[in-house]
């Protein structure tokens, strides 16, 4: 008596064989696009914000002014420093400090590590328990060398990110697996 061969496992059919084929591909094409799209997104936001950290640190140098001793004063009110660092959304803080890193206007800030050949240093750090995006400018009145050093909180930022992502991944998302479903449905109908 012969033993009856094993019946060979049925094949896919062309239209899974062509799907799974297709598929990974397109969602790896969806996959990497979106971290792509998340990098440059974010590098523009924090490039833009970075700009309006440093416009108020500028801002904030601009009035900084040496008397005929040569004593080197902050030159606001109050008025004008809360106008100058008003934001609606944001914690602002500021420093001053002089080159022996005593203080001359503004909060404790911590002073900010930098390359020495760069007038502009960015850092994110803690402060207050909050994260915030800092960025330390070096400036000259008269004949002091100063530091100003400004904090933002980051929540703003944070929040564009995301609103990015949700208003850029989810259109593509659903079109991917709109895609996917015509591929599907038309794959073997002709």
Known sequence: MSAAAPHPAALPSLRMRVLRHVRWPLVW?????????????????QSAFDRALLDDAYAIASHLRADDAG??????????????????????????????????????LPLLPWDESEPVSYRETLYNGQLVRAV???????????????????????????????YAAIPQLTLLVLLLWWL??????D
């Not at 990497?32 to 974010?42: D, E, I, K, Q, R």
């Not at 420093?81 to 420093?95: G, T």
């Not at 330390?136 to 929040?159: F, K, N, P, W």
């Open 29 to 45: 094409t969806w996959l990497l696009g979106t971290v792509f799209m998340m990098g440059l997104a974010n590098h523009f936001t």
């Open 71 to 108: 004593e080197v004063a902050l030159q606001l009110t109050d008025s004008e420093l809360k106008a100058a660092l008003f934001d609606q959304a944001e914690y602002v803080y500021y420093a001053v400090y002089r080159a022996d890193g005593s203080q001359l206007a503004g909060e404790p």
């Open 136 to 166: 330390a400018l070096r400036s000259a009145v008269g004949e002091q060398q100063l530091s100003i050093v400004m904090m933002h909180t980051t929540r703003v930022r944070d929040s564009l990110i995301q609103h990015l992502f949700l």
């Open 184 to 189: 599907h449905h038309r794959i073997g109908q």
